[in-house]
């Protein structure tokens, strides 16, 4: 896990939604509190999230889009294919990040080491340095509580901030049928 943020995406029964902090860390000290680390790609059908160097992701998320564009957005088929070109090359492959990519039917996690993981539950996933608390907050909140999926990571991910100095209540939004909230 990365020292940098907290990620955490929920595919829930109505939407599928993806938020992040705003923390840019170097070092001990915090650089920037209202980064953006999310975004949509293919035309706002997939959700996307990223921990690690931000240049890195950028790369990523740009060679993700090229996979998604190849694959007719084929969120399955791209994410393995992504994976092999991150996987086989030197040079990617020593990039600092990993992300998650969703949409209404999958969730995967995504890193250089070739890695393509569909959670267990098939609805939850996080990465970085608070992803262990805004998951635990999520099941809990969503086995405990009757927020909807937006509502469940805003308030997940604001727990880890709570909890995990490399992430802040900056918190983004992005569900499929929306814009940053």
Not at 41 to 66: H, P, Q, R, V, W
Not at 100 to 124: A, K, Q, R, Y
């Amino acid at each position: 896990m990365f020292d940098a943020t907290t990620i955490l995406a929920y595919k829930g029964k109505n939407r599928a939604v993806i938020g992040g902090d705003g923390q840019v860390t170097f070092g001990n000290s915090v650089l920037k509190g209202n980064a953006t680390k999310i975004r949509t790609l293919y035309n706002g059908k997939i959700l996307a999230g990223f921990a690690g160097s931000t240049a890195d992701a950028f790369n990523l998320f740009d060679m993700f889009e090229e996979f998604l564009e190849a694959k007719k957005g084929d969120i399955l088929k791209s994410v393995v294919e992504f994976s092999k070109a991150w996987r086989k090359d030197r040079v990617l492959r020593r990039l600092e990040a990993m992300m998650i990519v969703l949409n209404s039917e999958h969730i995967f996690i995504l890193t250089g080491n070739g890695d393509v993981v569909e959670p267990e539950d098939g609805e939850i996933a996080s990465i970085g340095s608070g992803g262990n608390f805004a998951i635990s907050a999520a099941r809990a909140l969503k086995k405990h509580s009757s927020l909807d999926e937006e509502a469940l990571v805003r308030e997940s991910l604001s727990i880890a901030a709570d909890l995990c100095i490399y992430t802040n209540h900056n918190i983004k939004i992005l569900s499929l049928d929306g814009e940053p909230k």
